[in-house]
């Protein structure tokens, strides 16, 4: 069995994938992952936050608009949301809701 490169697994930057147009409907609800408290506690309902990642292959982490770090994110969209990244598009984190130390957000390139 002969095959071009590539193994089992899954690349950052594949061709196809992670276009402006894929990238304009990605939606992502999901909680932030370790939150720091310490930061936590300056974060309100409303508020809009930078997603951005340490390298281009993660992880992708969420900041306050003055760059503490919230905590990071982990979702099945991981891939699609670091190359949509690594290919210039901008990402925001709007807070849906914070509770007991778990903080809910909405990730969109809006």
Do not use: K, Q
Request: with cysteine; charged share 20%; hydrophobic share 35%.
């Amino acid at each position: 069995m002969s095959g071009g490169g590539g193994g089992s697994i899954p690349t950052i930057n594949r061709p196809g994938g992670g276009g402006a147009e894929d990238c304009g409907s990605l939606r992502i609800i999901t909680s932030v992952a370790s939150p720091d408290s310490d930061v936590l506690v300056d974060v309100s309902e409303g508020d809009i936050l930078n997603v951005r990642t340490l390298s281009n292959e993660g992880p992708v982490i969420i900041e306050t608009p003055d760059g503490r770090v919230v905590g990071s994110v982990l979702s099945r969209e991981m891939i699609r949301l670091i190359s949509c990244i690594n290919n210039g598009i901008e990402f925001n984190a709007v807070v849906n809701s914070i509770s007991d130390g778990r903080c809910v957000i909405e990730i969109s390139s809006e």
